[in-house]
């Protein structure tokens, strides 16, 4: 599978409250700030569907507003739940501005969130 890295917006203008919701290349993407940098994880919790961007950021990891479910920000690692591990999508900061990495097919209906 191929991949093309997509500007997303410029590292000073990223929200203070840390996360952003944003769609890339079809896929819903979600971007939070890590201890080291950013880090970009498909925007869909492996139990059922729900778009994790809704959910609060605490200690390092998102926590799933339908039931729960946390999962680390840094690796995408099911944390709190019995449930996969979320996809990550390659993230890098050039001149100012943070790019994500994202495959050129978009996503199938088993990787697109269920919209609330
Ligand atoms: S949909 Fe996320 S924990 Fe159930």
Same mark, same amino acid.
């Given at each position: 599978?191929?991949?093309?890295?997509h500007?997303? =917006?410029?590292? !000073?203008? +990223?929200?203070? &409250?840390?996360?952003?919701?944003?769609?890339? #290349?079809?896929?819903?993407?979600?971007?939070?700030?890590?201890?080291?940098?950013?880090?970009?994880l498909?925007?869909?919790?492996?139990?059922?569907?729900?778009?994790?961007s809704?959910?609060?950021?605490?200690?390092?990891?998102?926590?799933?507003? =339908?039931?729960? !479910?946390r +999962?680390?920000? &840094?690796?995408?690692?099911?944390?709190?739940? #019995?449930?996969?591990?979320?996809r990550?999508?390659?993230?890098?900061?050039?001149d100012?501005?943070?790019?994500?990495?994202?495959?050129?097919?978009?996503p199938?209906?088993?990787?697109t969130?269920?919209?609330?």
């Open positions: 599978m191929t991949a093309t890295w500007s997303l =917006l410029a590292e !000073a203008a +990223f929200p203070e &409250e840390g996360k952003l919701a944003t769609q890339i #290349a079809g896929w819903h993407v979600l971007v939070a700030r890590t201890d080291d940098g950013f880090a970009a498909n925007d869909r919790c492996t139990h059922q569907a729900a778009q994790l809704g959910g609060k950021i605490r200690r390092g990891a998102v926590m799933c507003p =339908l039931h729960g !479910a +999962f680390e920000v &840094e690796t995408g690692k099911c944390i709190g739940g #019995a449930y996969a591990d979320l990550k999508f390659d993230l890098r900061v050039s100012g501005t943070i790019e994500v990495c994202m495959p050129d097919e978009p199938g209906l088993n990787e969130p269920v919209l609330a």
